[in-house]
Each structure stands twice: as structure tokens, then as C-alpha cells.
């Protein structure tokens, strides 16, 4: 899909500038990829944004999974609702959610501690940290949202704090797996296995995050690990279903995480890996290969009329439908394929089966999905964020089928 923009447009790497080492492994001169138009650009509100905002959403910038025992925050939650500020061009909300992330989760201090991943209300009636270990996904989407911002609002802090964070990551969260080579892991602690193995996590690769990160900064570990985690997508679903988790051991490559408590299956895990690769560029070097891939997901789909809930990676046997939620992640994958008639299907069953409105998960993906096949965003070749905010109202387009 094309857009047009009157102007120049710097190549969307942004350039390394002078004094950017003291910003230490990330640097980003801001404006370099600005887009300059001589139309308004759009400021269409988002009513999705609006109903996550007031169904999940404190006054004070925390995400609520209100289904939950504890009422919890997870990082993830917190790293999708900067992302979605970001793109609903919701500075206020975007700093409400990165205050209380940083009050609550880190210390008091981003800049020298990642987020832990699980926050709510504790056994003894009192609120805080219930598992301090970092999610090595929402810190990576909170690093994306934060560099994005701060190049698409011009906010040198969002820049700095990005580059940070991006650097701690590398630091804390990742390992030079043998015969894998640098890779990220799912947290710092817990997912050593055994002798060489470890237990890793496709849906906490986008490749739009990887190709961003390895267009930024000017260590090569990030193409590296944008390497091995194509790697791990690809190798870690040999029959084109995607495990929530996979056992990666030298010498013997990748096997399923019998042992795990999915017993090797794919679900609310893995539904993010196709949501992810329907969203890639066109250009992106990944996309035609993840859209092969996985045909046998969209396979499924088109026989069954609606994608699994549970689906065993080798087998393909499922435990029967998703809930409304996977339908929703799984339309920019079947747009992406062109295929319009089980593109179709799922508007259809999403019609008629809307995702529960009380569900955080499945509306974190449903907003994903329908943002991006309304035309609210997309991401460039190199994973670049193009709000439509920024782009002539004219040149944005919907990516849903027309009756």
C-alpha cells in the first residue's frame, strides 16, 4: 500500500549524529525521518482508543486486566498502551502511562531499571511488584514506542530513554546461544533449562521491532539478533503453526516445549507471531517468508471458519475455536495473503461474535489489528511507525474489503 507524501522523506533509519555516543548503543537525531506535507494531516479520532482508554485505563496511566484475581498490570500491557498513544497522537495519555510505569514498575527510574512484568494486589490486601523479573516483549515494544516518539513528537528525553533501555536489554536480557548466536530471551532469570537448552518465545520477536533496531543503532549485535529471532520464528514452527514456546538446545536445534505447561501448543501466545507478520512492510525481507510459512494457519482457517484456540504444532490438531480476540489478530495476516474470502469469514464472525469488552487481551488485539486495517498506522521497510496523523488525509486508506 501506497502513500504519498509531497516532500522529502530522509531515509526512516534516522541518522547517527554528533554526540550520540554519550547516548551510549542507540542514537537518533530527531526530525531526520519527519514527513513534510503541503495537505493537513489527518486528526481523526480513534473510538477504539478512547473505549480501551476507559475500559482498562486508570486516571493515573495504569492498565487494568479487570478479569484477573489481582487485578493486574503486566509490562506488556503498559509497553501497548504507549505504542497506541503513540499512534492515536495522545501525548497526555502517552506520559500518564509512562509515569506510572516508571513510578511503579521500575524504581522510580527507567534509566536504570527495566520494568518488572507483573504488578497488582498482593496476599496481604496491599498494592505493588508481584514478580519483579523483566518481559524482554514489553521492554522491547516500550523501546520502540519511546524512539518513536520521541522522532515523530521531537522530544529528545522519549530519544534518550529509549536508547537506554535498549542498551539494558542487550546488557540483561539477551545470551550467545551456540549455534543460534546472539539472541533475546524471554527475561534475565528462569529460562536456562538444562545442559545448553533454553526455552524461548517466537511472539516476543516482532520483526518490525528487529529490523527498526538493527537500522538504528550502530552495534551489530541488534542485526544479530534480528537473525536468530527470524531463526526462531521460522525454525520453531516446522508444520506452519507457531508454539507459544519452544526448547532451543545445541546441536540439536529446536523441539517442542513438551514439558511446558502448553505441551507444545500454539495459543494466546503464538496468535501475536501472524499478527505481527501480517503487519510487516511489503518490502520488509522477512514478510514473504513468514507469510509462506504459515500458510497452513490460514488453512486451517479457511476450512474451519474461525483459527484455533489451542493448536498442536506438529499435528495440527486443534482443541476447537479462539476466542473473537484471535480473529481479530489474525485479519492483517489473511490481508497480507490476500486471501479475501477467509479475510472475510473472520470480519464476519468478529461481527457476530464481537471480543468481550471486559477481556484486556483480546482487545489489546483487536486494537492492533483493526488500527492497522483501517489505515491508522503501518510500519515502513525498515520498522519505521507511519501514523496516519502524519500523513495527508487523502492518502489514508483502509485496508478492509468493501461490499
Known amino acids: ?114 520494568p518488572a512484568w507483573l504488578w497488582g494486589r498482593r496476599d496481604d490486601g496491599n498494592w505493588g511488584v508481584l514478580d519483579k523479573n523483566p518481559a524482554s516483549d514489553a521492554d522491547l515494544w516500550m523501546v520502540y514506542a519511546l524512539g518513536e516518539a520521541g522522532r515523530l513528537w521531537g522530544d529528545r528525553r522519549f530519544v534518550a530513554l529509549s536508547s537506554l533501555l535498549a542498551n539494558r536489554i542487550l546488557r540483561e536480557e539477551t545470551a550467545d546461544l551456540p549455534g543460534l548466536g546472539p539472541t533475546l530471551l524471554p527475561a534475565p532469570r528462569g529460562f536456562k533449562v538444562g545442559e545448553k537448552a533454553w526455552r524461548l518465545n517466537p511472539s516476543y520477536l516482532p520483526m518490525q ?26 525454525e520453531s514452527a516446522p508444520r506452519g503453526f507457531s508454539p507459544d ?30 499478527l505481527w507478520t501480517g503487519m510487516l512492510a511489503p518490502e520488509a525481507p522477512a514478510q514473504p517468508r513468514l507469510l509462506a510459512a504459515f ?52 470480519l464476519d464472525r468478529l461481527t457476530a461474535r464481537p471480543p468481550r469488552p471486559d477481556a484486556y487481551y483480546e482487545q489489546a488485539l483487536s486494537l492492533f489489528a483493526h488500527g492497522w486495517m483501517e489505515g491508522r498506522y503501518h510500519f515502513t521497510k525498515n520498522g519505521s511507525l507511519l501514523p496516519s496523523w ?7 486508506s483502509s485496508r478492509l474489503p468493501s461490499h
Open 209 to 234: 521491532l528487529m529490523d527498526w533496531l538493527s537500522s538504528r543503532s550502530p552495534d551489530p549485535t541488534w542485526q544479530r539478533i534480528s537473525e536468530s529471532s527470524l531463526r526462531i520464528i521460522l
Open 1 to 114: 500500500m501506497k502513500y504519498l507524501f509531497v516532500g522529502t522523506i530522509r531515509k526512516a533509519g534516522v541518522l547517527l549524529c554528533r554526540g550520540c555516543q554519550i547516548l551510549a548503543a542507540l542514537c537518533f537525531c530527531l526530525g531526520a525521518a519527519q514527513a513534510i506535507t503541503a495537505e493537513p494531516t489527518c486528526q481523526e479520532d480513534w473510538p477504539a482508543w478512547q473505549s480501551f482508554k476507559s475500559g482498562f485505563i486508570s486516571e493515573g496511566g495504569r492498565v487494568v486486566d479487570g478479569n484477573t484475581p489481582r487485578k493486574q498490570t503486566v509490562s506488556e500491557g503498559q509497553a501497548y498502551a504507549l505504542f497506541f498513544s503513540l499512534v492515536a497522537n495522545d501525548r497526555k495519555t502517552f506520559d500518564k502511562i509512562l509515569q506510572w510505569t516508571e513510578n511503579n514498575l521500575a524504581n522510580g527510574d527507567l534509566t536504570s531499571h527495566l
Open 390 to 396: 502524519q500523513k495527508p488525509c487523502s492518502s489514508a
Open 295 to 346: 500458510a497452513p494457519m490460514a488453512g486451517f482457517i479457511a476450512r474451519h471458519g474461525y483459527p484455533p484456540e489451542y493448536v498442536n504444532i506438529i499435528t495440527g490438531e486443534a482443541n476447537g475455536p479462539g476466542p473473537s480476540g484471535f480473529s481479530a489478530a489474525l485479519l492483517p495476516f489473511l490481508a497480507a495473503r490476500e486471501d479475501s474470502a477467509a479475510l472475510q469469514g473472520q
Open 245 to 274: 514456546w519452544t526448547i532451543y538446545q545445541d546441536s540439536r536445534g529446536f523441539r517442542m516445549d513438551s514439558a511446558g505447561e502448553e505441551k507444545g501448543t500454539g495459543g494466546y501466545n503464538a496468535i501475536r507471531v501472524y
